[in-house]
Nanobody, 117 residues
Framework: QVQLVESGGGLVQPGGSLRLSCAAS????????MTWVRQPPGKGPRQVAT????????QYVGPVKGRFTISRDNAKNVLYLQMNSLKPDDTALYYC??????????RGQGTQVTVSS
């Protein structure tokens, strides 16, 4: 049974940083592409970043480029998202998804990130 548990969210001031984690179990984590997705309040989900199985290739979508870094620790079965220079527009529910896109895979329940002064 696939289980994905996100953590690390919270309230942060603009310009601050957070590191999200996604603890994975129940599947062969090291063989899967993994994706971070976020859903702003009242809006649809949006793909944020994707990483290949061995962590050597990453892709970022839109306004997070240069500020967010996706990474993984296959020995610990954990996916990360380092978020720097946070802006109010980054406020969203963040969750991880199995696979290279935001659709079709298993997902966790998410962790809330709120950027506000």
């Amino acid at each position: 049974q696939v289980q994905l548990v996100e953590s690390g969210g919270g309230l942060v001031q603009p310009g601050g940083s957070l590191r999200l984690s996604c603890a994975a179990s129940g599947f062969a984590f090291s063989t899967y592409f993994m994706t971070w997705v976020r859903q702003p309040p009242g809006k649809g989900p949006r793909q944020v970043a994707t990483i290949n199985p061995d962590g050597t290739s990453t892709q970022y979508v839109g306004p997070v480029k240069g500020r967010f870094t996706i990474s993984r620790d296959n020995a610990k079965n954990v996916l990360y998202l380092q978020m720097n220079s946070l802006k109010p527009d980054d406020t969203a529910l963040y969750y991880c998804v199995t696979g290279p896109t935001m659709v079709g895979g298993d997902r966790g329940q998410g962790t809330q990130v709120t950027v506000s002064s």
